[in-house]
């Protein structure tokens, strides 16, 4: 797998199966799919602040898949590499040092995601 298709196979299988959990109707499932969709919105936080924190969480929660998602947002809404690099010293103050594989992780996925854009642009 080369490291660009790691984000287009991490899209493509999020994609897929968000769909699959939705065909299933399972109404509190479904409920928190909508709750977390309705979390990361503009509120007394805007969204793209929400996103910083939700990376920092799953920094500290160490779930790469999440770490991902919540990148990829980021990236699209702005946040420089400065800033993120900030956010993940706080998730490793916050989680210590278990944090560092998570992080060596979050650091190659911004690489990827500031590569794909730099091809797009």
């Not at 109707?25 to 990361?40: K, P, Q, W």
């Not at 979050?106 to 794909?116: F, G």
């Amino acid at each position: 797998m080369t490291q660009q298709s790691r984000l287009e196979q991490f899209r493509a299988y999020r994609a897929r199966m968000n769909q699959r959990l939705g065909q299933i109707g399972h109404r509190e499932i479904n409920r928190f799919f909508a709750l977390d969709s309705a979390t990361y919105r503009d509120g007394a936080l805007d969204a793209r602040t929400k996103e910083l924190l939700g990376l920092v969480a799953s920094l500290v929660l160490r779930c790469n898949d999440c770490v991902d998602y919540h990148l990829d947002r980021c990236v699209a809404l702005g946040w420089s590499d400065a800033e993120l690099y900030d956010a993940m010293q706080v998730a490793l103050m916050v989680g210590g040092s278990i944090v560092i594989p998570h992080l060596r992780h979050a650091v190659e996925t911004l690489d990827l995601l500031r590569a794909e854009r730099h091809e797009r642009d």
